[in-house]
């Protein structure tokens, strides 16, 4: 009866120490997918500003036929990456909504991308709303022109 007890013991323990293992495995792919997404995320620095436009469908009468059109909304840029950017407005923008973008960098050249909201706040000291703007069509060589940017202000230090 003896030598059941100890196996008995010795699976509950070997079970509680692979647990163990598991919990502390996923709590250190927690923290470099953490630390992979900071790496991704830059801030922006001076003289990049952006043209947002809402673009909205419209039905008419009985009509199976929408028209999308466009309508400025004014704003800002805060952050910028690889795959969408954040931005600022007076305007709340639902999340889901579709917008047209163009970002002017500070050399002058514009980047055209289409993007969905994915996450939006109230920014109550400022009066107004941030939003996470994930891109959803852009030219890929306006996607270079994006990395070669972040990489010249982190060589740079954004000055």
Known sequence: MFPERRKMLRRQADREMVHLLEQLQARRQEDRSREERHMRRRAI??????????????????????????????????????????????QQLDIGQKLNLIVVLRDGSKIRASGVVRWNKAVKEHDGYAAGVQFISIENGDRRRIHAFLMELDESIGL
Request: proline share 2%; with cysteine; net charge neutral.
């Open 45 to 90: 620095r001076h003289t990049c500003k952006v043209h947002i436009a809402l673009r909205i469908h419209e039905n008419w009468g009985r009509s199976d036929e929408w028209t999308v059109s466009e309508h400025p909304v004014k704003g800002r840029l805060l952050d910028l990456s690889d795959e969408g950017c954040s931005i600022f407005s007076r």
